[in-house]
């Protein structure tokens, strides 16, 4: 069975950047859309990310222009770099894939001065 593993987050000032990287344990076949999510604390884990099999990005509005989502298939990793940061990003993220497998525990990002 897949695991996915997120790592890359940390602590970071407003207007600084981190890339996440989502290894998985097993073969993503690139026939699966990926994608990247966020859970802020008492708030839903909502989807930030997208890339289909095709190669097509979808993002939501909030971070449209400052984030982006690629992978490499050889490394069987999905990354998300995220620029221009705010304090609105602080929140866990995790990745998955389309449909979805069991979630890892994804990796904190916090956005404070």
């Known amino acids: 069975q897949v695991q996915l593993v997120e790592s890359g987050g940390g602590l970071v000032q407003p207007g600084g950047s981190l890339r996440l990287s989502c290894a998985a344990s097993?073969?993503?076949?690139?026939?699966?859309?990926m994608a990247w999510y966020r859970q802020a604390p008492g708030k839903q884990r909502e989807r930030v990310a997208l890339l289909t099999n095709s190669g097509s990005t979808n993002y939501a509005d909030s971070v449209k222009g400052r984030f982006t989502i690629s992978r490499d298939n050889a490394k069987n990793t999905v990354y998300l770099q995220m620029n221009s940061l705010n304090p609105e990003d602080t929140a866990v993220y995790y990745c998955n894939r389309v449909p979805s497998i069991p979630w890892g525990q994804g990796t904190q990002v916090t956005v404070s001065s």
């Open positions: 097993g073969s993503i076949s690139s026939f699966y859309t």
